[in-house]
């Protein structure tokens, strides 16, 4: 039996988190964003610069796919809005 990397991601990505978060654009690719926001950036002095520029792009994101997941929901005001303070969220640093 062999086991090969996970399909659709780079081979790297098998490395695991110390791979994912030593970039945004790694984490991107190994989707691996949001573990690296919530277990590494977030916690970690040495990833400052790396949370900080994280938090603008985690923002680029959320505007790119805001309309993709806009025709997702249904037509609810309530929806959009629940969904979107629910990504800006994800922008606050945490206490």
Aim: negative net charge; aromatic residues 10%; hydrophobic residues 30%.
């Amino acid at each position: 039996l062999s086991i090969g990397p996970t399909i659709g991601y780079a081979q790297e990505c098998a490395v695991g988190p110390e791979y994912w978060c030593k970039s945004f654009q790694n984490a991107q690719d190994c989707g691996g964003l949001q573990h690296c926001t919530d277990t590494v950036w977030n916690h970690d002095q040495k990833y400052e610069l790396v949370a900080s520029s994280t938090a603008c792009q985690w923002c680029q994101k959320i505007f790119e796919n805001t309309h993709k997941g806009f025709e997702e929901l249904d037509d609810s005001d309530d929806a959009i809005i629940f969904t979107l303070n629910s990504e800006c969220k994800s922008l606050l640093p945490k206490p």
